[in-house]
C-alpha cells in the first residue's frame, strides 16, 4: 500500500480517469473498477472491424468547451482535430438545417429574409397569446408558432422523451432556439474537436500513470467500501444502494447498425423530426473523422425509450417525481463516510465530457486540500438536487 491511502474509483469514463490520475499522481494507490471490458465510459469509442471506421458505440460526442483549463488538459494526452457539429434534419418531406437559422427559415416559409425581416416574421408566428408558458409546447408555440414548433420540436422531443411536449416544463426550452444568421455550427464553444483516434484514446492517456491498476470487468459493491480509505463513485447513484427506493428515471438508447457501401447520408447527424419515424437520428460515424478515408461506412439509427432494470441509463428524466426519489437517495448517501458520487450517474445529472472533467479535477483538488487539512471530504461536490 502507498503512504498516503487507498483510493477506490468505480467507473472508467472521464470522471474516474481524472480524478484516479490526479490522486495516483500525488502518490495515493488508485484502483478503478469498470464492470465493462473497455475503459473511456459512454464516451468509448472502437475502430469497427470490417470497414476501419471509429464508432462512438454510446452515441455521438463532439468536444466542445469555454474551459482553457480543460481544453489544455485533453490536449496534453490526444490531438484534437479541428470538428465543427453540424447537424440536418428530415421533416415533413425535406431536409433542413439545424439549429433553426436563418435559412431553415427562409427554406421552410419559401421567402428570402434579412436577419430582422426574419425577426419580425418570426413574431407574427408566435403565440402571443400565451403570456406565462407552463410546459415545454407553449413556450415553443410562444417563440416559434406552431408550424415551425411541429417541423422540429413537436416529434422530435416526444420520441426522444417518451411524452407529449404538452408534459413537459417550459424550462427545457429556455431560450428562444432559432438563429437569425446562417450560422449552423450546433455549439457556440471556443474551443471544439474530436480526438484523432477517439475517446478510449483519449481515456488511454489519461489513465497511463504509475499508482493506477485497472480491474475491468468487475463490479464493485458498496461492501467492498472499508477496504479503502476513500471511494470515488461515478456508478449510478441508486445502483449503490441496490435500488432501495426505486429507479431513477433514466432514457436509455437502442443502436440499430447498419453498414453501406459510400457515403450512406453526407453528414454525420441526421434528425428525424417526424412522429411517424420511429428513430430520433441517424448517425454516420466515419463522418465525425473527416480527416479519415474510408469506402465502407458504418451506421446507427438510434430509438430512445424508457430505461428498464438491465438498460444503460442514458438521460437523467427529472421530472418531479424522480426529483423525490432523488432527494431520498440524497439523504441517504449524505449519511455516508469516506466516499464522494461524481459524474453523471453518480450525481443524476446531464453533463457535458468538459463539466465532467472540469468536476473531476475540481473533486481531485478538493481531495488533496481536505487530506492536508485532515477535513472529511463531501459526499458530494454538486448536488444533484
Ligand atoms: C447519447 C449521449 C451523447 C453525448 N454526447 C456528448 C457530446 O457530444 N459532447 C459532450 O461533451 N458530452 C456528451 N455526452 C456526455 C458524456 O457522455 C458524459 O459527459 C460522460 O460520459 C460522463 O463521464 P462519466 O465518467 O461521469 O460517466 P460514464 O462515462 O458513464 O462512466 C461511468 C462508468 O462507471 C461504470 N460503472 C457503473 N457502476 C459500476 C459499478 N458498480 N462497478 C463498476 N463499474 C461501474 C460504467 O460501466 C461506466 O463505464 C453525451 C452523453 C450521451 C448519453
Known sequence: MSAKGRIAIVGAGLSGAVIGRALAADGYSVEIFDSRSHIGGNCHTERDADTGVMVHVYGPHIFHTDDDEVWDYVNRFATF???????????????????????????????????????????TQADTAITDPQTFEE????????????????????????????????????????????????????????????????????????GITLHLETVFHRSQKDAFDHVFYSGPLDGYFDYENGQLGYRTLDFERFTYDGDYQGCAVMNYGDVSVPYTRITEHKHFSPWETHQGSVCYREFSRECGPEDIPYYPIRLVEEKQQLAAYVRRAEEEEAITFVGRLGTYRYLDMDVTIREALDTARLFRDRRGADAAMPVFLHSPV
Open 139 to 210: 413556450q415553443a408555440l410562444r417563440f416559434v408558432g406552431r408550424d415551425l414548433y411541429e417541423a422540429f420540436f413537436k416529434g422530435y422531443t416526444q420520441k426522444q422523451w417518451g411524452c407529449s411536449p404538452t408534459a413537459l416544463p417550459a424550462s427545457i426550452l429556455k431560450r428562444l432556439p432559432v438563429r437569425f444568421n446562417y450560422d449552423d455550427n450546433y455549439f457556440f464553444h471556443k474551443h471544439q474537436g474530436m480526438p484523432e483516434n477517439g475517446y478510449t484514446d483519449l481515456v488511454r492517456g489519461i489513465l497511463d500513470q504509475p
Open 81 to 123: 482535430m479541428p470538428y465543427k457539429n453540424r447537424v440536418k434534419t428530415t421533416s415533413q418531406g425535406q431536409v433542413f438545417s439545424l439549429p433553426v437559422n436563418l435559412h431553415t427559415i427562409n427554406q421552410f416559409f419559401g421567402k428570402t429574409l434579412r436577419p430582422d425581416e426574419a425577426r419580425a416574421f418570426l413574431e
